[in-house]
């Protein structure tokens, strides 16, 4: 064999893994179909969405708030094309970043796309046609997922478009309708109604962000809404059509009735599909399941012992940090560690403004396990670091076990909420109380006080500054 382990995909599932594989002293290769390394994440996914995310944010600050800060400016414009062109640089940057750490730690980088000819052996297309085959001991499959549809709305990629051409746009689109509004559509919808676009969003679920927590959906509703957007809840599209110059989306209402939208670009974000496209599984032993998922046991291993599978392309929430912890579980995993991930304490956070970011159960979960839990809330209205900064939107809320005060779960929506998750992941790893919290010094002025405050809340009713 040439190889200890070949990790086909290189994404942050498959990057991280064979870089902890590489650091436990096993020979690594990781091949990879697109140009650059990272995966989705890095080159369409968390980054370039994020630099969007963030220019957009500027503008409509410098637009909406500067005033108001005593910052006067004048003939304030957007230019995409530099926004893109910016966006560009900042995944150029990343992607060479992860070639330099597969030098660093001498992993073998096959550039072409990977499929199996035995449980043993990967051939690799290369753009030039050629192939070669290569063997190792072990694989881990980290081939991540590509965005979903349905048939009432086929993707054109011109006005019919994914997330990936929502990252290359070169105008700004009068009315940008988007359908799903998870996670996807929630931040791309804000980049586009920041910079001047009408958005509508038509989603099949009662709320935004319907897996999250229901406060969150509820209040996130109302930041985007003052972007100037429209909600379509509990529609169903039954159709969407590119007419050359724009878009008709059609669906029906909850009351029966048909609503016609029309736009010059409609985004499709109604979730996404493991890859497994022309990775011929079956000559290794494996099949897809019927979500096109790769099954694994508890061990991240297929029902093919030496091989593995990690990140989007098997169960699970598709996040990047979902995916880089089980790459280093498996590669602790082959060298005979016993790692562990608490699936359950995997933070999941939208990068809107305010951002939303959630931890442990949600206050739904809790209710239909039937649960006996108590709330605790506290708005940033209340706090001097949102009023000095004016992000006065949001609230923490905490829920905890009624008897016990252990925190089961942290929701947060506000300024910085991204940041702020990670002392909730802390104190649930540990299991903390919500006592715990309450009793713990926070600095002052901040925007973490209010999770101290929540925690107040949460115990006894005693928080201070409401
Ligand atoms: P991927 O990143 O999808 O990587 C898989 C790689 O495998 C790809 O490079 C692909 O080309 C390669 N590949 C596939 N098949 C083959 C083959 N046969 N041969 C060779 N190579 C192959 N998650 C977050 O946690 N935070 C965020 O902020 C965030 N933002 C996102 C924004 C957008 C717009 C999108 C679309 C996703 C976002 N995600 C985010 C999700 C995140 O990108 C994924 O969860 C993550 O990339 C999954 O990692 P992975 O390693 O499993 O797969
Ligand atoms: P999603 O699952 O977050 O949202 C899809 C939305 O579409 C849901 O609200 C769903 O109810 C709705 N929907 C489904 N079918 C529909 C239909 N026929 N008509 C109308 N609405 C419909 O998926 P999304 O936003 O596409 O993102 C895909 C994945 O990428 C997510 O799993 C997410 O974890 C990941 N991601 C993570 C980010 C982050 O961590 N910040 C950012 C972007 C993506």
Known sequence: MQYDVIV???GPGGYVAAIRCAQLGLKTAIVEKYKTLGGTCLNVGCIPSKALLDSSEHFYNAAHT??????????????????????????????????????????T???????????????????????????????????????SSFPSMPIDKKRVITSTEALTLQEVPKHLIVIGAG?????????????????????????????????????LQKAVKKLGADFYFSHKVTSVENTGEGVVVKADAPNGQQITLEGDYCLVSVGRRPYTDGLNLEAAGLAADSRGRIEVNDHLQTKVPNIYAIGDVIRGAML???????????AETLVGQ??????????????????????????????AENRAYKVGS???????????????????????????????????????????IAECVVAMEYRASAEDIARISHAHPTYTEAIKEACLAATENRAIHM
């Open 183 to 219: 996670v996807i559509g929630a931040e791309l919808g804000s980049v586009y109604a920041r910079i001047g676009s009408k958005v509508s969003f038509v989603e099949f679920a009662d709320s935004m962000i319907p897996t999250m927590d229901k406060t969150m959906g509820k209040e």
């Open 320 to 330: 990047a940090h979902k995916a880089e912890e089980e790459g280093v579980f498996v």
């Open 338 to 367: 016993k790692p562990h991930i608490n699936y359950r304490l995997i933070p999941g956070v939208v990068y809107t403004w305010p951002e939303v970011a959630s931890v442990g159960f949600t206050e739904e979960e809790l209710k």
């Open 109 to 147: 980088v096959y550039q072409g796309f990977g499929s199996f000819v035995d449980a043993n052996t990967l051939n690799v297309k290369k753009d030039d046609g050629s192939d070669e085959k290569i063997t190792t001991k072990n694989f881990i499959i980290a081939t991540g997922s590509k965005p």
């Open 66 to 107: 500067f005033a108001e800060h005593g910052i006067k400016l004048a003939d304030l414009q957007v230019d995409l094309p530099q926004m893109i062109k910016r966006k560009a640089g900042v995944v150029d940057a990343n992607v060479t970043g992860i070639a330099f750490l597969m030098k660093k730690n001498k992993i």
């Open 378 to 420: 506290f708005p940033y209205k209340a706090l001097g670091r949102a009023r000095a900064s004016m992000d006065v939107d949001g609230l923490v809320k905490v829920l905890a076990d009624k008897h016990t005060d252990e925190i089961l779960g942290m929701h947060i929506i506000g300024a910085r909420a991204a940041d702020m």
């Open 8 to 10: 086909i995909g290189s």
